[in-house]
């Protein structure tokens, strides 16, 4: 079992950065696959980003060229860096894991971008 703890939301304006954190509770080397969901209002949850246990990413093309993922290996933590925040980018941002087939998910962290 994985439990993942996110940190980091909060509200700021448009053009604005802010860095989610995620930590598990074991070791992200026996973590096949980390990624970053969002769900805003209405909308049904969407992958923003991911990354392997070997450094590759993938990226969302509403987030591609503005948000990054990658892994501390040191620090046991997975970020995702957010850039040129836009409105439209407001969710409730979630950490995701997956192992041996069973899949696992933070308690999500609030982003508001608004003026």
């Known amino acids: 079992q994985v439990q993942l703890v996110e940190s980091g939301g909060g509200l700021v304006q448009p053009g604005g950065s802010l860095r989610l954190s995620c930590v598990p509770s074991?070791?992200?080397?026996?973590?096949?696959?980390m990624d970053w969901y969002r769900q805003a209002p209405g909308k049904e949850r969407e992958l923003v980003a991911a990354?392997?246990?070997?450094?590759?990413?993938n990226y969302a093309d509403s987030v591609k060229g503005r948000f990054t993922i990658s892994r501390d290996n040191a620090k046991n933590t997975v970020y995702l860096q957010m850039n040129s925040l836009k409105p439209e980018d407001t969710a409730v941002y979630y950490c995701?894991?997956?192992?041996?087939?069973?899949?696992?998910w933070g308690q999500g962290t609030q982003v508001t971008v608004s003026s």
């Open positions: 074991r070791s992200i080397f026996s973590i096949t696959s």
């Open positions: 990354i392997s246990s070997g450094g590759r990413t």
């Open positions: 995701h894991a997956a192992l041996s087939g069973v899949h696992y």
